[in-house]
């Protein structure tokens, strides 16, 4: 695939376009910069969509490390579903409309990042800075016309055997069909997020706080 080398600052505004990309209040933005982008894009991700990135974090204030996913977890890259809270709101905003293979710079402020406590490495009030690389873009079942779909029995919960037959589903429409180790890595990101009373089911109780508007 032919990649093009882009530097461009966007803006997402509740629909626009401009300098910045971000929450409501000046001084609570995302500041994106576009580094690599794919030619071709037959997906961008929204909310609800089903996420596999690398994300790499860093302490704007010196430029220190805080997160790399490439070698947390075996270094495998991540799993998440996109603007439901299960990242932090400064990526939930920052990867918003990416395609897969694109990279982005997200400069987060810390009121959408770790917020006046901090976490871990990360101070109180910092700002923060991830490189982020999506690996793919898929339709997740965070959204209000999947539910059904993979609702087969129509009992309004979720278990793992429905999850599974839709993800197989999706990837085999566009082409991409996986092994049985790549579906049961997503089941298990999905369930253990998911899953809050460990019942083996996603009730739609539990569905409905993902639907909820996080941002």
Request: charge should be negative; hydrophobic fraction near 35%; charged fraction near 30%.
């Amino acid at each position: 695939m032919m990649w093009k080398l882009v530097c461009v600052f966007l803006t997402l505004q509740l629909g626009s376009w401009s300098v910045w990309a971000g929450a409501d209040e000046l001084d609570d933005q995302v500041k994106i910069e576009v580094l690599v982008q794919p030619e071709e894009c037959s997906r961008k991700s929204k909310k609800g969509d089903l996420i596999n990135a690398h994300y790499d974090g860093f302490l704007a204030k010196d430029g220190s490390q805080f997160y790399c996913s490439r070698s947390d977890k075996e270094g495998h890259p991540q799993w998440f579903v996109l603007g439901v809270g299960q990242v932090i709101k400064g990526l939930d905003i920052g990867m918003m409309d990416m395609c897969a293979g694109e990279k982005r710079k997200l400069t987060v402020p810390s009121a959408l990042a770790f917020g006046q406590t901090g976490k871990g490495p990360v101070p109180p009030n910092a700002t923060v800075v991830f490189e982020v690389e999506v690996l793919s873009v898929s339709r997740g079942p965070r959204s209000m016309e999947a539910f059904g779909q993979i609702d087969l029995d129509k009992d309004r919960s979720l278990t793992k055997a429905e999850v599974k037959e839709y993800l197989k589903l999706e990837y085999e429409k566009g082409g991409k069909p996986r092994d049985e180790p790549f579906y049961e890595k997503i089941l298990t990101d999905i369930f253990r997020k998911s899953d809050q009373d460990r019942d083996g089911q996603i009730s739609a109780k539990e569905y409905n706080i993902y639907e909820r508007d996080e941002l």
